[in-house]
């Protein structure tokens, strides 16, 4: 069995998979305020005997939750735990970019679906609004715009009017009230972006991509943004499933 995990900034999903790559289990929780004591409470639901598991890898974009759950599972296990910036990784991906200053969710999301031939641009709604390029086998950098939930609770916090709003589809551009103008603003006006970044980057590789979307919001836009794209929420899982073999 492997412990498999994605250490974001807002949340943290760990996954217990076995040999074959099937995953059993899964939890998620809050990447803040973590301590060994919920550590402990939630790991009790994912596995029984910590003596079963003979890999552990994480991808993580927060350097102190990921040590904090390494020493961990690190006491529990035995066995060295991994971020995949640790391993080598040039037999999956040529990362043409600073290579510590790229998030390994988005290298993890990258070469989950690498296959040496088609070109991806890969959408991930999460804490922020990120487009990442692969042209083959090459990840050639990206776009990281304004999270759209911090976006908005940032809108509500600073305007006093402005109420906390949950995002919706919305049909009409023209709001009749506020709740109406912020969903539209929001729904149109992301759309919007990413149909935008999507047509320059285009323009600027002089290429075509298959857009692979993922993360939070990304079950809202996909019905909306003109781009052809495929939805898939468990692109980064697959990504460590397939890192995971470096591990001998």
Not at 91 to 106: E, H, M, P
Not at 116 to 121: M, P, R
Not at 145 to 155: D, E, V
Not at 213 to 234: A, C, M, R, V, W
Request: charged share 30%.
């Amino acid at each position: 069995m492997y412990i498999l995990g994605d250490i974001g900034n807002s949340e943290t999903k760990i996954f217990l998979v076995d040999t074959n790559n099937r995953i059993k289990k899964n939890i998620s929780f809050s990447s803040k305020n973590l301590n060994n004591a919920i550590l402990k409470s939630k790991f009790k639901i994912l596995i029984k005997d910590f003596k079963e598991i003979k890999k552990v890898l994480f991808c993580s974009v927060v350097p102190d939750t990921f040590n904090l759950v390494k020493r961990f599972l690190s006491s529990k296990t035995k066995k060295r735990c991994y971020e995949i910036k640790d391993l080598k990784l040039k037999s999956l991906i040529d990362v043409k970019v600073n290579f510590k200053q790229v998030g390994s969710d988005r290298i993890t999301n990258a070469i989950s679906l690498q296959n040496g031939k088609d070109n991806f641009i890969i959408l991930d709604f999460g804490t922020a609004t990120t487009f990442d390029v692969l042209i083959k086998k090459t990840y050639k950098g990206g776009v990281i715009a304004p999270g759209i939930k911090i976006s908005l609770n940032t809108l509500s916090d600073k305007a006093s009017l402005i109420p906390k709003i949950d995002l919706k589809k919305i049909r009409k551009v023209i709001g009749i009230d506020t709740i109406s103008a912020v969903r539209s603003g929001f729904f149109w006006g992301y759309g919007g972006l990413i149909d935008n970044i999507v047509n320059l980057i285009k323009k600027e590789t002089g290429k075509s991509f298959k857009l692979v979307i993922t993360g939070g919001f990304s079950n809202l836009f996909k019905n909306s943004i003109k781009t052809k794209l495929k939805e898939d929420k468990d692109i980064t899982i697959k990504g460590l499933i397939k890192i995971s073999k470096l591990i001998k």
